[in-house]
């Protein structure tokens, strides 16, 4: 395997037609990040999850209806130089992007809980906690170590498992190494996903699987050159690092994304 180049930019790329929407990214990510659940999650709008599983449809009748499985993490948009929508409206400096690895982040403790930054992200991504956590019985002893867990009052949202780079920097740096492999740094959604359609990596780096698959063009704000590949909401110029594959024509206009020459139709405006 070859090693990683300097200018980092991790991001992800999510094949839409290999996910089944069976949650396990989800999952894997509440475990990993320590999030908070209640008792009562009956109310989906009061739900924390920096991982969800939308699902889609074409919006027409039997026998022409398809649907279309779409998991959304943070986007983790670089904007225009790192100007991401919701780094640019914190008054705190709580939320900050990572030049070295194009992570956005989330610094609780300096996090006052104003919300601006859940108003300015186009992707509803973050989630304001309304309640300390209250883990059952027992729970405690199983959370993450390396993830802290989050008060009242304070926004949160996806961190790309930021920790686990930093532990594989710390363990590059016990053996004299200053970068790390492609393997040695996979969020768990990644690790997790059965069907193999969450593929992590370094997008500035010409060895990974990310960068082959989505093809950015840094000329272009990272569009990709991969036809088969877009990003949500790409018109804003977000300049996300989260690319969706997709053979279907409905599922990329679903997500605004139009071909040189197309036009919106009325069941995707
Ligand atoms: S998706 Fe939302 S929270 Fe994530 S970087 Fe973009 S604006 Fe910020
Ligand atoms: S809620 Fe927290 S992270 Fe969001 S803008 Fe306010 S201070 Fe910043």
Redesign the pocket.
């Known amino acids: 395997m070859m090693k990683n180049v300097e200018g980092k930019k991790f991001g992800m790329v999510i094949d839409l037609d290999k996910c089944t929407g069976c949650g396990a990214c989800m999952v894997a990510c509440y475990a990993e990040n320590n999030i908070p659940f209640r008792e009562d999650e009956t109310d989906k709008m009061l739900s924390v999850s920096w991982m969800h599983v939308y699902k889609l449809n074409n919006g027409k009748s039997f026998p022409d209806y398809e649907e279309c499985f779409l998991p959304r993490p943070c986007q983790h948009c670089e904007g225009h130089e790192g100007h991401s929508p919701?780094v640019s409206?914190?008054?705190?400096?709580?939320?900050d992007y990572d030049m070295a690895t194009g992570i956005v982040s989330?610094?609780y403790p300096?996090?006052?809980?104003?919300?601006?930054?859940?108003g300015?992200c186009p992707y509803h991504v973050?989630q304001?906690n309304w309640w300390d956590p209250i883990w059952p019985d027992g729970m405690e002893k199983l959370l993450n170590p390396n993830v802290s867990v989050r008060m009242r009052g304070?926004?949160e949202k996806c961190s790309f498992c930021i920790h686990r780079y930093q532990l594989a920097m710390d363990q590059a740096y016990v053996e004299g190494r200053r970068e790390i492999e492609e393997d040695e740094y996979q969020t768990a959604c990644t690790q997790a996903c059965p069907s193999g359609a969450i593929t992590f990596g370094d997008l500035n780096n010409p060895d990974h699987k990310v960068h082959q698959l989505a093809k950015p063009d840094p000329a272009h704000h990272g569009h990709s050159k991969n036809p088969k590949a877009f990003r949500l909401l790409e018109r804003l110029g977000t300049n996300t690092k989260i690319y969706y594959l997709t053979s279907r024509e409905w599922v990329r206009k679903s997500g605004d994304n139009y071909l040189e020459g197309e036009f919106k139709s009325k069941a995707h405006s």
């Open positions: 919701c409206v914190c008054p705190a400096t709580a939320t989330q610094i300096r996090c006052f809980g104003c919300r601006y930054c859940m300015a973050r304001f304070v926004v």
